[in-house]
């Protein structure tokens, strides 16, 4: 049956005003039709057949390279036959070994074999089938033995207070705590300092008991809840770095290969208790202490453990990885492609991480095929993705972005991401700011499952915003499939989802029970995360001229100057950023002139000659802001506007060429990354002065 959805809300003056205008990019008559597809194929997306995938899908863990993962290929494959798109599955060989042993043990005092796999709870089937190791994904293969010293979260500044009170990881196994840095840094800087193994746990204060009642009771991870999750700080196979990793290309040896050395295992609080309460030595700084019921101290010891790793790599260290693509050719411009895509694999059933944006990725197909069948192809192709391996570094989508680097680099106009699509009620989205606005627009469009209005309405409403401002829009930073897109194709990117509270990430207890009790217990986020999905590759991929809004982007990346300012003063540098702004005014004023440019052009007629050189040259603002040779720190990263800060891998760190030259101390380094800079935002405003020009004909 299909759901019939009535919108009712009060629309403000200004909403009135804007369902009158053409939509962005859409001469009046394309713009009438797109709003009638729009609003049927929004209710295509149903809670009941996404609970039904979301069924199928979480039915077991399904890590990568397993079988199990192999049969979710399957499965989304024959959904997307059945819809009559076409399909294709990309196959890699990937250097990821999987565990054959784990263990942590206390050995003083009282030795004691710590048992680390997640147990069975009541009401949940998958929590008794099967489950994959606890362990993190490229992590050193060995023995460690040593006295044990706690670091907080492991992060940089937590080490140099290490140091300050005179207490060393070298030659000791370090316990870090998961939360404010991505655990593959805890790896390097724990690896760095000279420890010999480390161990991560969940603390309760963190995502446990300290937040909520803990599952099966409540949604927060029990004492016995264990995050799983990789340890790779490159993007992609670190075998293949930089192309593709397909069948016969020459690989690394894994002595050559960018990946950690030493044993790292990830355990619970249950399992941290075990040790740390027997840790003595200095009190821990003020902001150390967790959710644990002692006094927490950093060590080094008395207590001991060993930590050990056995994996595959000797014997089978390739693994077989799918991606799988459903392809809606387009009629006008098939060249141009708008791309959405989540990751297929996960650390146990996944029903948040990742079935939710599988499951937002199909449902949006089948909306799309389905009006196709009567009668509305898109001008652009759409390709619906799933991505393979994103858990062990992204891998799947950056072979496919570096095995097609040429055909994307030509015609991506858009790379869309669901990664945990629905897990609770609140609204977050973000990306690229040139896609913002449509996204906003989109999610008007969309009723918010609490029946009280649009998802844009109950977003702004929870953001807690003043009535002249928009509800803020998340970065793009790092962990996650858009990095391959838009770090290092410079294709502009956009990413939503419905979060809520838990305690189940990289989890066996991430699990269809879990999901019907606590995340989305009438998968109607789900249905609304896939109506966002429909309705964002429909309008874009039906768009006249491109809806990037590079005035958005202008007045966005000006306020990362002030910052770049500041650091400049503290160094008492002589450097100016006056020629940099000047250069982001010109791109904000060309932005601008453009937009009037093309409402004009749309309100008349524009042939299909004129809008194609015109969308080609837009496609060139965002790339403008990449380069060849990359960061100098890392060149696989090209884009200079965004990247994740390399001393956090989660945090987002903006204008990074020159924000890294300023953390290096490099007064010149700095002053010629701002030269260039400004250097690429004239390009940009050469791109958008040529697509300004090609409307006219010229
Ligand atoms: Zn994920």
Not at 286 to 295: A, C, D, V, Y
Not at 356 to 371: D, F, I, K, Q, Y
Not at 373 to 380: F, T
């Amino acid at each position: 049956m299909r759901i019939h959805i009535v919108v009712a809300v009060c629309m403000s003056a200004a909403a009135a005003a804007r369902a009158q205008q053409p939509l962005v990019g859409y001469s009046a008559a394309n713009s009438a039709s797109e709003r009638r597809l729009e609003a049927s194929a929004i209710t295509r997306p149903s809670p009941s057949t996404a609970a039904a995938h979301s069924k199928q899908l979480s039915r077991e863990a399904h890590v990568s390279g397993t079988p199990a993962q192999a049969r979710t290929r399957d499965y989304v494959i024959a959904q997307l036959k059945r819809w009559g798109l076409e399909t294709e599955v990309r196959a890699y060989d990937v250097w990821m070994p999987h565990p054959t042993s784990v263990h942590v043990a206390r050995l003083s005092p009282q030795p004691k074999e710590l048992q680390l796999a997640e147990p069975p709870v009541p009401g949940d089937p998958t929590s008794s089938l099967p489950q994959y190791p606890t362990v993190n994904g490229y992590s050193g293969q060995g023995n460690a033995t040593g006295e044990v010293v706690y670091v907080n979260y492991g992060l940089i500044e937590d080490y140099a207070q290490l140091d300050s009170m005179g207490v060393s990881v070298k030659g000791r196994i370090a316990i870090a705590r998961y939360g404010r840095s991505f655990r593959g840094i805890k790896a390097r800087e724990a690896e760095k300092h000279g420890a010999i193994g480390l161990l991560i746990y969940s603390d309760p204060q963190d995502d446990g008991f300290v937040v909520g009642d803990v599952y099966p009771e409540g949604p927060m991870r029990n004492s016995a809840g264990v995050q799983r999750g990789s340890i790779l700080n490159v993007d992609g196979d670190p075998s293949t770095p930089g192309y593709g990793s397909t069948q016969g290309v020459p690989r690394l040896a894994p002595d050559k290969m960018d990946i950690p050395h030493i044993p790292v295992v990830p355990i619970s609080y249950g399992n941290a208790a075990e040790l740390l309460r027997f840790v003595r030595g200095a009190n821990v700084p003020r902001g150390w202490q967790g959710g644990l019921s002692f006094h927490y101290h950093a060590g080094p010891g008395p207590v001991k453990a060993r930590v050990s790793v056995m994996d595959d790599r000797a014997m089978r260290p390739l693994k077989p990885i799918y991606d799988t693509f459903g392809v809606i050719r387009g009629g006008e411009f098939p060249d141009e492609l708008v791309i959405i895509g989540g990751h297929r694999d996960g650390w146990g059933p996944g029903a948040a991480d990742n079935v939710s944006g599988t499951v937002s990725v199909l449902e949006a197909a089948r909306a799309v095929a389905e009006e196709v069948k009567n009668g509305a192809r898109p001008k652009r192709t759409i390709i619906f993705a799933t991505w393979d391996a994103e858990e062990w570094g992204l891998i799947g989508s950056t072979e496919f972005v570096e095995g097609d680097s040429l055909r994307l680099s030509r015609g991506a106009v858009a790379y869309l991401n669901q990664d945990v699509a629905a897990q609770g009620a609140r609204f977050g989205g973000g990306g690229s700011p040139s896609l913002r606005p449509t996204l906003r627009d989109v999610a008007r469009l969309v009723p918010d499952p609490n029946g009280k209005g649009s998802v844009y309405r109950e977003w702004r409403r929870a953001s807690a915003v003043a009535d002249s401002a928009e509800p803020p829009m998340g970065d793009p930073g790092g962990g996650s499939d858009f990095a391959g897109f838009y770090n290092h194709l410079g294709i502009p990117i956009a990413e939503w989802g419905f979060g809520g509270a838990g305690g189940v990430y990289h989890s066996q207890y991430d699990s269809f029970a879990w999901m019907s009790k606590f995340g989305d217990s009438s998968f109607a986020y789900h249905a609304a995360a896939a109506r966002i999905a429909t309705a964002m590759v429909l309008r874009v991929a039906n768009a006249d001229v491109l809806p990037y809004d590079y005035e958005e982007f202008a007045r966005t990346i000006r306020r990362y100057v002030a910052p770049v300012d500041r650091a400049i003063a503290d160094h008492h540098w002589n450097i100016s950023t006056t020629e940099l702004q000047r250069a982001i005014d010109r791109l904000q004023h060309e932005a601008a002139a453009f937009a009037a440019a093309r409402d004009s052009a749309l309100a008349g007629s524009v042939n299909t000659g004129a809008l194609t050189r015109t969308n080609q040259a837009l496609m060139q603002v965002e790339r403008a802001f990449t380069r060849p040779e990359g960061l100098r720190t890392r060149p696989w990263f090209r884009n200079l506007i965004y990247v994740a800060d390399e001393n956090n891998g989660y945090a987002n760190m903006a204008l990074p060429s020159v924000n890294e030259a300023i953390r290096a101390g490099n007064e010149a380094l700095t002053r010629s990354e701002i030269e260039d800079l400004t250097h690429h935002f004239d390009q940009a405003v050469e791109a958008l002065t040529a697509a300004r020009g090609a409307l006219h004909g010229s």
